[in-house]
Nanobody, 116 residues
Framework: QVQLVESGGGLVQPGGSLRLSCAASGFTFSRYSMRWYRQAPGKERELVATISNAGDTTTYADDVKGRFTISRDNAKNTQYLRMNSLKPEDTAVYYC?????????WGQGTQVIVSS
């Protein structure tokens, strides 16, 4: 059974940091490229960051470049999203996504709220 379980969300003040984790099981994690998406209230889901299956290539949305860092540990079947200098506009539900060819798996999401 495929599972992607996100954790690490919560309430943080502007300028603060969080690290999200996504634990994968039920598939060969090291074959899959991984992504973080987010969806703010009333908005469409948007791509935040991607990482290749080996972890050697990453991409970021323009509005998180320099603040967020995506990483993965294939030995632990886990990917991460380190978020620094958080802004209120980063408030959203963050989703983990695994992709290999036509196969795509999603987690249930973790809420991040940036507010004073």
């Amino acid at each position: 059974q495929v599972q992607l379980v996100e954790s690490g969300g919560g309430l943080v003040q502007p300028g603060g940091s969080l690290r999200l984790s996504c634990a994968a099981s039920g598939f060969t994690f090291s074959r899959y490229s991984m992504r973080w998406y987010r969806q703010a209230p009333g908005k469409e889901r948007e791509l935040v960051a991607t990482i290749s299956n080996a972890g050697d290539t990453t991409t970021y949305a323009d509005d998180v470049k320099g603040r967020f860092t995506i990483s993965r540990d294939n030995a632990k079947n886990t990917q991460y999203l380190r978020m620094n200098s958080l802004k209120p506009e980063d408030t959203a539900v963050y989703y983990c996504n695994a992709r290999w060819g036509p196969q795509s798996y999603w987690g249930q999401g973790t809420q991040v709220i940036v507010s004073s």
